[in-house]
């Protein structure tokens, strides 16, 4: 029996060290899930995930102490799993809850197809539902077997820490956030018990020369090691994009030729600093200006996080109104507007619609309104390449008659006017000064709004990042208000907030602003075509008997809100003033300021950082990425160094076992097979005639080797300075006898980290010939 062989436990403390190892595998696991949270929210899946990874890693324990091989172990793993995954998620159809059936099987695109809509529309942290959770559960399971198999069969702890830090790094990678300092310690000191423990063995009395040698060529393990690299890999890539985006963050997907989309969260910086912009869509309108396009609304504010609205569904059907008309007084004058939106590099769930739309037609695909914020999702389709009709019914209130109005509404929901009980003065405070003197809430709102537009404030991209309150937060209002520069997510964040503490109800609206005007004919109305860089953020509040109004405080971004006096009753208006409807703070065509009229930007470098401030975020993604796969490359070559450096100086106290391991890894590392069931007197003869090595130094190597077999002694300090040197000099032999891309290629993927050379037998078992 080979020394590496420990899946079949004959001695106490052999199964002593793969007990432990098992144990650390699955802390380990454990550590690495530990980050997940932060996209997906721990729930009835993570009691699923451990339950089932410590079934399967306790199956292939009991078959390895059974004394079988490893390949028993790896199956038994596999029938666990499927059992527990099928108790868990398919009894209904299984044969006594647990024995999976065709049905049970048939079940499962069901499954994965729900696993991917709740990743396609949920919000981080989502909460996994039964696909989520099936999706997530499996895929531990999975893991587990895969890393049982490296670590117990394989004996190649390393190999399955580099897939675990992957798994652990995908969440940090898609969500750019701070590091989880626990998640991180944890895993690393799990990691670290596992090569403690697997030293140990095989440092152990029992199998002492053996050990160092290594075992004889384990089958699989080179395509084990190479499946667990592709699969780290392969899900850092192309899971990462995947996963759901974070509550309180808003980004679009990227641009030129792969469109952009909308995700309900408020970190827009990132895809404003882009220097390139596409046209998502274009809106051709009879409304006298082109109407702001709403997308999301956010109105659960817990002090750092604005959660996007949900609330039931209706189905928007193919002709007739999917919402009923806007709820006005009697007072309060209508228009009609109707407004054709064709959609071009946009990909998202979240249908752009002016306020308020009361029918939407010519949709393809199955989509649904949300009758309390009237906005439109689709749960499976897509808003590429569609062309949509919408009608809208816009109140127009005069200025008396929205000043005569308190702010709120029949049956509003409390929680639009609730902020936490930890709010800094400075926001309270701060909002009463500048509305002082307002004789109504509409006056307070158009106060704030004048004040945030006033020349106190600018628009800045940058300068949030620089002084580190790029959120929306209640921190980050704070430090903006002191600031006094951001863009549109700080400004509509502290509006509603600011609003909320003098106990207005407010809501966040993600969507676009209005676009550039392109052409204009009093038949068809006026077109105008709409950029990425025009995602913006607005504040609105809700007025009685006239609904939600939009408000503009976005320094020098969009038209204010305000509205005419009217000269008479029945809404009629004199436009002494700027018009303005209730529906949207519609304005002239506008877009963020450019990157030229920014002082803040350079112009050939891009954002400026101070330092010591936090860096912008937008490189933060590809830079992790970046480093891992850059850590997944250098790995190989780091632990092949110090594996060679650690066998020479056992080798220069006298180790021969440690000398011809040595040699062996150079040689399955310049692409020399060194097969296990040649014996070391006839692989000596083959670099002899083969490869030009000197006789007597491989002569030496291979004598002493020999003996080791025969020795209860493997250590001979008296010949550690000739074996050391012997080896060496075949080693300088052997890379002067390949090509400089062959050697190349051996630094940097040692083959011997994977393939496992021959090695001697132990307990005086015969070497060969």
């Known amino acids: 029996?080979?020394?590496?062989?420990?899946?079949?436990?004959?001695?106490?403390?052999?199964?002593?060290?793969?007990?432990?190892?098992?144990?650390?595998?699955?802390?380990?696991?454990?550590?690495?899930?530990?980050?997940?949270?932060?996209?997906?929210?721990?729930?009835?899946?993570?009691?699923?995930?451990?339950?089932?990874?410590?079934?399967?890693?306790?199956?292939?324990?009991?078959?390895?102490?059974?004394?079988?091989?490893?390949?028993?172990?790896?199956?038994?793993?596999?029938?666990?799993?499927?059992?527990?995954?099928?108790?868990?998620?398919?009894?209904?159809?299984?044969?006594?809850?647990?024995?999976?059936?065709?049905?049970?099987?048939?079940?499962?695109p069901g499954l994965l197809n729900a696993a991917s809509e709740e990743i396609r529309t949920g919000v981080a942290p989502v909460a996994a539902q039964t696909g989520l959770s099936f999706l997530l559960v499996a895929a531990v399971a999975g893991l587990a077997v895969v890393l049982d198999h490296v670590v117990l069969t394989a004996r190649m702890p390393l190999l399955a820490g580099v897939g675990l830090v992957a798994v652990s790094l995908i969440p940090t990678i898609a969500i750019p956030s701070e590091i989880d300092i626990v998640g991180f310690v944890l895993l690393a000191a799990a990691l670290l018990f596992l090569l403690r423990v697997d030293t140990r063995a095989r440092t152990a009395p029992s199998s002492r020369a053996s050990a160092r040698a290594g075992s004889p060529g384990v089958r699989g393990v080179s395509a084990t090691a190479l499946g667990v690299a592709a699969v780290a890999v392969i899900v850092a890539v192309v899971a990462t994009p995947l996963l759901p985006q974070p509550g309180l963050r808003f980004a679009t997907g990227g641009t030129?030729?792969?469109?952009?989309?909308?995700?309900?969260?408020?970190?827009?910086?990132?895809?404003?600093?882009?220097?390139?912009?596409?046209?998502?869509?274009?809106?051709?309108?009879?409304?006298?200006?082109?109407?702001?396009?709403?997308?999301?609304?956010?109105?659960?504010?817990?002090g750092s996080i604005w959660q996007p609205d949900s609330s039931d569904t209706v189905p928007v059907p193919a002709e007739g109104a999917v919402f009923e008309p806007v709820a006005v007084d009697g007072d309060i004058t209508v228009a009609d507007y109707t407004t054709t939106v064709t959609v071009d590099q946009l990909d998202s769930p979240w249908l752009?619609?002016?306020?308020?739309?009361?029918?939407?037609?010519?949709?393809?695909?199955?989509?649904?309104?949300?009758?309390?914020?009237?906005?439109?999702?689709?749960?499976?389709?897509?808003?590429?390449?569609?062309?949509?009709?919408?009608?809208?019914?816009?109140?127009?209130?005069?200025?008396?008659?929205?000043?005569?109005?308190?702010?709120?509404?029949?049956?509003?929901?409390?929680t639009l006017t609730s902020l936490p009980g930890d709010v800094p003065a400075i926001i309270g405070d701060t909002a009463r000064e500048v509305t002082a003197g307002a004789q109504s809430p509409y006056d307070q709102l158009a106060a704030l709004q004048t004040w945030f537009r006033s020349s106190q404030f600018r628009y800045s991209l940058d300068a949030p990042v620089d002084s580190g309150f790029d959120g929306a937060g209640l921190d980050a209002v704070a430090d903006f208000l002191q600031v006094r520069a951001g863009y549109c997510v700080h400004y509509a964040s502290a509006f509603a907030v600011m609003a909320r503490s003098l106990g207005l109800p407010a809501r966040i609206v993600i969507g676009y602003l209005p676009g550039t005007a392109t052409s204009s004919s009093p038949e068809d109305g006026s077109e105008y075509t709409v950029t990425s860089s025009q995602l913006h953020a607005w504040p609105e509040v809700s007025f009685e008997g006239i609904g939600w109004v939009p408000f503009e405080p976005t320094n020098s971004l969009g038209v204010p809100t305000n509205?005419?006096?009217?000269?008479?009753?029945?809404?009629?208006?004199?436009?002494d003033t700027p018009e303005q409807d209730a529906a949207a703070p519609e304005d002239a065509p506008s877009t963020a300021p450019s990157q030229a009229a920014r002082p803040d930007i350079d112009a050939q470098n891009g954002p400026g950082v101070a330092t010591g401030t936090r860096a912008s975020t937008s490189w933060v993604a590809p830079s992790l990425f970046g480093a891992a796969l850059l850590v997944l490359l250098i790995v190989p070559s780091v632990v092949r160094v110090l594996r060679r450096s650690r066998r020479l100086r056992a080798a220069r106290a006298g180790d021969a076992v440690a000398a011809w391991r040595a040699l062996q890894d150079e040689a399955v590392d310049l692409g020399i097979p060194a097969s296990g069931a040649e014996s070391p007197r006839a692989f000596a003869a083959r670099l002899v005639s083969d490869h030009g090595v000197d006789a007597d130094d491989i002569t030496l190597l291979g004598a002493a080797v020999e003996r080791v077999s025969y020795a209860e002694d493997a250590i001979d300090p008296a010949s550690g300075p000739a074996l050391a040197g012997a080896v060496e000099r075949i080693r300088s032999r052997l890379r002067a006898g390949v090509s400089p891309g062959r050697r190349l290629i051996a630094g940097l993927f040692p083959r011997s980290l994977i393939v496992r050379p021959g090695a001697v037998e132990t307990e005086r078992e015969t070497v060969g010939s």
């Open 256 to 302: 030129g030729g792969v469109g952009t989309t909308i995700n309900p969260n408020l970190e827009l910086g990132n895809d404003l600093r882009q220097p390139r912009e596409v046209d998502v869509l274009s809106v051709r309108t009879t409304a006298p200006t082109a109407p702001y396009l709403r997308a999301v609304t956010l109105s659960r504010f817990d």
């Open 352 to 414: 752009p619609v002016p306020y308020p739309a009361s029918t939407v037609t010519g949709l393809d695909g199955d989509w649904l309104g949300m009758p309390q914020n009237r906005t439109v999702v689709t749960r499976a389709g897509s808003t590429r390449e569609q062309v949509y009709e919408v009608q809208a019914e816009v109140p127009r209130p005069t200025l008396e008659q929205i000043r005569s109005r308190a702010a709120g509404g029949a049956d509003l929901d409390p």
């Open 563 to 575: 509205f005419a006096s009217g000269s008479g009753s029945g809404g009629s208006t004199t436009p």
């Open 1 to 108: 029996m080979s020394a590496a062989d420990v899946t079949a436990l004959r001695t106490p403390r052999r199964r002593r060290d793969a007990t432990l190892l098992t144990v650390g595998l699955f802390a380990a696991i454990a550590a690495a899930l530990l980050p997940v949270f932060s996209v997906i929210a721990p729930g009835a899946w993570v009691a699923g995930a451990v339950f089932t990874t410590a079934a399967v890693l306790g199956a292939g324990l009991l078959v390895r102490a059974s004394r079988l091989p490893a390949v028993f172990a790896t199956i038994a793993e596999i029938a666990v799993g499927v059992v527990v995954l099928t108790a868990i998620f398919g009894r209904s159809s299984a044969i006594l809850g647990v024995i999976p059936t065709p049905a049970t099987f048939a079940s499962l």
